[in-house]
């Protein structure tokens, strides 16, 4: 059974910068996607951002493009979300998730991901 667990979750003023991490262990994809979701009090869970294994490619929200960045890690089976120019919309839980190659249109559904973190809290403060 794979297990994802986040780290680096924390509270930051507008405008600063939280990276977190997504670290795997126990059986791993050889081919993966693994993506970033968020959930903010009262509201249903969003996609933010995702790192697909085959030819590292990278999908984010338009709520958050050009401010975060999803990357492979240094540390094995790792993958970090940088998050800069925070505005409290962002706060919230983050999860990741993993799942096998997604194809491009199912990426942001959360139906095509096998495993899940428990999250880590990001909160913005103004």
């Known amino acids: 059974q794979v297990q994802l667990v986040e780290s680096g979750g924390g509270l930051v003023q507008v405008g600063g910068s939280l990276r977190l991490s997504c670290t795997g262990t126990?059986?791993?994809?050889?081919?993966?996607?693994l993506a970033w979701f968020r959930q903010a009090p009262g509201k249903e869970r969003e996609f933010v951002a995702a790192?697909?294994?085959?030819?590292?490619?990278?999908y984010y929200s338009d709520s958050v493009k050009g401010r975060f960045t999803v990357s492979r890690g240094n540390a094995r089976n790792t993958v970090v979300l940088e998050m800069n120019s925070l505005l409290p919309e962002d706060t919230a839980i983050y999860s990741c998730?993993?799942?096998?190659?997604?194809?491009?249109?199912?990426?942001?559904?959360?139906?095509?991901?096998?495993?899940w973190g428990l999250g880590t809290q990001v909160t913005v403060s103004s």
């Open positions: 126990g059986p791993t994809f050889t081919a993966y996607t």
């Open positions: 790192f697909r294994s085959d030819g590292g490619r990278k």
């Open positions: 998730a993993v799942g096998p190659i997604i194809v491009e249109p199912a990426i942001p559904s959360q139906s095509g991901y096998t495993n």
